[in-house]
């Protein structure tokens, strides 16, 4: 073994101006002081984590789940609203949002000021909320199978807002969806799509949706759609785009713009 250099300690205990009693008795009256200390300091960091909802803590929880796989594009639009309206103007008095969780965007965009919207719930909402119930009863909220052709008429809505629930389709069925929805819109639809190596919480998708998420890449969206003759909204996009880089908006998820069918 290599011999360890001597301490400052050792040489002051040799000069006899450091005695090895005082230095216990330093040691045995500091440590009572520094474990009451490290006590304090944790609960002060509990009580911040648990009701802080911004700053060091909150500010990073969006983060935090994304990492742990509880990643929502729906809750995205609704960060994306201002945004949307600066891009669409008009079009935005009238939405019809599909995708998981659609109750809780319907509810935003209610609040809006002259703003119709409804929603279209693929999945089962027997977990659902009291407020979430009630929309369905007033029939704003539909539960229905997208995989079939939505109970709107062509052109019911400006706009048509999907997020989330076509990266549970095959494409088998993204054929017949999509254009869909493009159908019962009559200025656009806009599609909030995860991007690739994005987490979903795979016990909640297995039960919920029947099956993982599929994250596809902007090149594949982009084939995809030349290849089903549905159009990208290039003037809708652009505004989009300005209105968020004025607001330093950065979208979590891959937003695409498309033209309705003719």
């Known amino acids: 073994m290599s011999r360890r250099p001597v301490s400052s300690t050792r040489r002051l205990v040799d000069t006899g101006s450091f005695t090895f009693t005082g ?15 490290l006590v304090l300091v944790g609960a002060f960091l509990l009580i911040g984590y648990a009701f802080s ?23 995205e639009i609704q960060r994306a609203i201002p945004i949307l309206k600066k ?26 000021e002259e703003t119709e919207a409804w929603g279209v719930e693929p999945y089962d909402i027997e977990d659902a909320d009291a407020r979430c119930k009630s929309l369905v009863h007033k029939g704003i909220v539909r539960v229905a199978d997208i995989k079939f052709p939505l109970p709107y008429r062509a052109k019911s809505f400006p706009l048509v807002i999907v997020s989330d629930a076509l990266d549970y389709l095959s494409p088998k069925y993204l054929n017949k969806t999509l254009p869909d929805l493009a159908r019962v819109a009559s200025d656009g639809v806009i599609i909030f799509a995860g991007y690739p190596g994005q ?3 795979k ?14 890449s902007s090149s594949w969206w982009i084939r995809y759609f030349v290849q089903t003759s549905l159009e990208e909204n290039e003037p809708a996009m652009k505004k989009f785009e300005q209105a968020a880089s004025k607001k330093s908006y950065k979208p979590n998820c891959q937003v695409f713009h498309l ?4």
């Open 53 to 75: 909802g911004s700053g060091i803590f909150g500010g990073d929880k969006a983060a935090v789940s994304r990492i742990e796989g509880d990643f929502s594009c729906t809750s």
């Open 203 to 216: 016990v909640a998708e297995l039960s919920k949706f029947g099956r993982p998420a599929k994250m596809r």
């Open 23 to 37: 230095a216990l008795q330093s040691k045995s009256r500091s440590s009572p002081l520094i474990s009451v200390g």
């Open 87 to 112: 891009a669409y103007g008009d079009s935005m008095h009238k939405v019809l949002h599909v995708g998981p969780d659609t109750c809780s965007v319907v509810s935003t965009l209610l609040k809006e």
């Open 199 to 201: 987490q979903r919480a």
């Open 259 to 262: 033209k309705p069918l003719r």
